[in-house]
């Protein structure tokens, strides 16, 4: 078999799962920024035109990147209480983003209705339902959770270094006297406090 011939025949055998696996790789090693078909394509030893197949678009291989990363969410030994069910799966959320580079970033700029995705939006769903919220309200706070969890999780991910200390120079008693009197808490090493906290005050508001 001729090396033409072996190529093709390992690019008749790629799969999208392989794809988006390589694609994964790529966004560790470059980042968001540095992610493109044709990077994933290289990744692969194969044309651009082969991925397309496979992805359609870019933005297709996005969202279904983004489902591959919630897919990492688990499900098992969650607690029977549903408002601790709620806090759990934010959490596992919120782990399963930053365990990839640019995670949130990711999956902030995506809205993919694929399984993986809908299944955790699904037993968020549940949770807050089983709580005792209405059908609405379980909807919003599904939607304030998610945009809370991408929000500190992206900052988290992109946060200057610990001893950065521009904040303390720019924020001033004169010009900025209520900042001044809290900036030691606005920080970025306390992400973890700060998600508890947020987590709390979203759901800690009675159902109605």
Do not use: C
Not at 78 to 83: Q, S
Not at 98 to 125: I, N, Q, S
Not at 152 to 172: K, M, Y
Not at 187 to 206: K, N, Q, T, V, W
């Amino acid at each position: 078999m001729t090396k033409k011939q072996v190529k093709e025949a390992a690019t008749d055998r790629l799969t999208r799962g392989a794809v988006i696996d390589a694609a994964l790789q790529v966004l560790e090693e470059r980042g968001l920024d540095g992610l493109s078909t044709r990077a994933v394509a290289d990744r692969l030893g194969v044309r651009m035109n082969t991925v397309l197949w496979h992805v359609k678009t870019k933005a297709r291989m996005l969202d279904l990147m983004a489902d591959t990363v919630l897919g990492t969410v688990g499900y098992d030994a969650l607690p029977a209480n549903a408002l601790s069910r709620a806090q759990e799966l934010s959490g596992r959320y919120r782990r399963a983003l930053l365990a990839h580079r640019d995670g949130a970033a990711l999956v902030a700029g995506t809205y993919p209705a694929e399984p993986h995705t809908l299944r955790f939006a699904d037993h968020l769903v549940e949770a807050l339902i089983a709580a005792g919220a209405d059908e609405r309200q379980a909807a919003w706070t599904a939607w304030t959770v998610n945009y809370f969890v991408l929000g500190l999780a992206q900052e988290e991910q992109s946060a200057p270094d610990l001893h950065d200390d521009r904040l303390n120079r720019a924020v001033t008693s004169d010009e900025h006297p209520a900042l001044h009197r809290v900036v030691d808490h606005l920080r970025a090493g306390s992400f973890e406090d700060r998600f508890a906290f947020g987590l709390d005050a979203i759901l800690s508001r009675p159902p109605g």
